[in-house]
């Protein structure tokens, strides 16, 4: 996990990451939550393009925040892999922005536009949206995924578009919704003040919860949660790895030798040769 | 733990460094108009020009990591530091290896205790200083307890994967032709090995010419359109 307070004496930011297919208006509702909280916060982005700046680019001449603050990642044509198993170059990216603009009230990490299968690591971002938009169907809510079943919020994008593409709206919320068991879905348009309010207002409730400590990264996964079949639920069978922020999901991908190296999970305990004087127990005061 | 575990540990291809957003120069190769059957020959070239200096360069890093004393190690590392830079003329490439440093030690420093290299919080303003890739893989090499030849052998290999494994992603080819190559590039890494592991000081660094390496690498830095960082 992110340290949740600083790293090398610089104030952490709230991480939001914006997940979803290309073409879904990731962009746009980045610039969008510029121009609605550039004003009252300290806001930054990291874009990851696959093959271009064109995201970077297009935020910097959207002229919702300083271009300084807008960096690009490359992602060497694996965007999965940059917003979830190496994260790296993502997190310097984050601090980076975090040393040079500091104090830092919330940066986003847009994605590259890749299947629905992409969702961040809890390790890069606190929270993530995923997004769609009703012009990719309406069937796409009840095909699944990780990120639209669990990620924090799920987006809705382009209402305004759906008389066009003959989409039904609050069908395709309804499937959200039921895809998701009740988690936040958006139907947002930029021409739908209320919409816009509803998004605004939830990133300054995730940004107070941050700030009191109690706001859980989780992660959306890329497999569903599960059982196993004699009803065990597999959390409780492995409480002696996993601490109190996974109280109700998580699945068979045991993602928690995080590079961040919180201790949450006790790994200090099991990290192999720990017993060795020149293996470190791993503290996030010691982060580079 | 064994060096020889380490040392497979430190060559995987999955070790999280960030390093899956390089391509090794091969990508600007490529679009500069270099064909792919000409990877084996642009690999050679790496391995007898820049590779060589960033291994003994590695190689460098690791001894001075041994031989000075805790606490007295920085201020050689620095001279090292600077012997590589003079002998990098292109500054896209390096900042691409001051990135790949910076990504490096994020991932050494969270393993082995390398709070001496990683300096003190410097909190909110300028930066730690920023070590390019070559010091810091030599000195987790150290503390790894890799040897000089073991060392050096991971700075060439890692080259040789970097730029096969960027080229299949850029023109895709049977990827078991791409493991031919890197099984054909053996004898020059082995080269490489050899004409590096007697260095004894920063002096004694190679400081080869690859113009056109630098010369692409400062190109595509500027281009609009690519998949790699370098």
């Known amino acids: 996990m992110p340290d949740p307070v600083s790293h090398g004496g610089v104030p952490r930011s709230l991480r939001l990451g914006v997940a979803g297919p290309v073409g879904t208006g990731k962009s746009s509702l980045i610039a969008l939550l510029c121009r609605e909280l550039g004003h009252r916060l300290s806001v930054a982005v990291v874009t990851n393009d696959i093959y271009t700046d064109e995201d970077a680019r297009f935020l910097r001449s959207a002229g919702v925040l300083d271009p300084e603050r807008i960096r690009a990642v490359e992602t060497g044509a694996c965007p999965h892999t940059a917003i979830r198993d190496d994260v790296t170059q993502n997190l310097l990216a984050v601090e980076d922005l975090e040393r040079d603009f500091a104090p830092v009230d919330l940066v ?3 994605s590259g536009g890749d299947n629905l ?4 690591s809890p390790a890069l971002v606190d929270a993530q949206f995923f997004v769609l ?8 809510a009840r095909k699944g995924g990780p990120g639209i079943a669990r990620a924090d919020v799920l987006v809705v994008n382009k209402t305004d578009l759906a008389p066009h593409v003959g989409v039904d709206v609050l069908q395709m919320v309804h499937d959200a919704e039921h895809a998701r068991d009740g988690r936040r879905v958006v139907a947002l348009s930029r021409t739908d003040a209320e919409s816009v309010a509803e998004l605004r207002d939830w990133v300054l409730q995730t940004l107070e919860r941050f700030r009191a400590g109690t706001l859980v990264p989780v992660d959306p996964g890329p497999m569903a ?9 597999h959390a409780e069978s492995h409480d002696h790895l996993h601490g109190p922020d996974h109280p109700d999901e998580h699945d068979h991908h045991h993602e928690h030798d995080q590079p961040d190296g919180h201790d949450q999970h006790g790994w200090g305990e099991v990290r192999p040769g720990g017993e060795e004087t020149r293996y470190r127990h791993v503290g996030a005061a010691h982060r580079p | 733990m064994s060096a020889a575990y380490l040392s497979l540990l430190l060559a995987d291809g999955r070790l999280p460094t960030g390093a899956h957003t ?3 120069g091969v990508e600007p190769a490529l679009h500069a108009g270099m064909s792919l059957a000409e990877v084996p020959h642009y690999l050679r070239v790496r391995l007898r020009t820049v590779t060589e200096t960033e291994a003994g360069t590695a190689v460098l890093a690791r001894a001075t990591w041994l031989a000075a004393e805790p606490g007295h190690r920085t201020a050689p590392l620095a001279v ?14 390096r900042d691409a290896a001051d990135l790949l440093g910076r990504s490096y030690l994020r991932m050494a420093a969270a393993v082995w205790d390398l709070d001496e290299l990683v300096g003190p919080a410097a909190g909110p303003g300028p930066a730690r200083r920023v070590w390019c890739r070559a010091v810091v893989v030599g000195v987790t090499a150290a ?15 890692e080259d040789v ?7 299949l992603k850029l023109v895709p080819f049977d990827p078991s032709h791409g493991v031919a190559w890197a099984a054909a590039a053996e004898p020059e890494v082995e080269r490489l090995v050899a004409s590096v592991a007697g260095l004894t000081a920063p002096d004694e660094l190679p400081a080869h010419s690859a113009p056109l390496i630098e010369q692409w690498g400062q190109l595509h830095r500027e281009t609009e359109r690519r998949l790699f960082r370098a």
Do not use: C, I, K, Y
């Not at chain 2, 790894?144 to 700075?155: F, K, Q």
């Open chain 1, 225 to 233: 949660p599960h059982r196993h079949a004699e009803g065990q639920d």
């Open chain 1, 133 to 140: 938009d009703v012009a990719g169907g309406g069937d796409v």
């Open chain 2, 22 to 24: 390089q391509s090794g």
């Open chain 2, 143 to 157: 503390v790894a307890g890799l040897s000089t030849v073991e060392t050096a052998r991971l700075v060439a290999f």
């Open chain 1, 117 to 120: 299968t992409a969702t961040f």
């Open chain 2, 80 to 93: 090292l530091d600077q012997a590589w830079r003079a002998r990098t003329p292109s500054d896209a490439l």
């Open chain 2, 161 to 167: 994967q970097t730029v096969l494994a960027a080229a």
């Open chain 1, 108 to 110: 986003l990490v847009e």
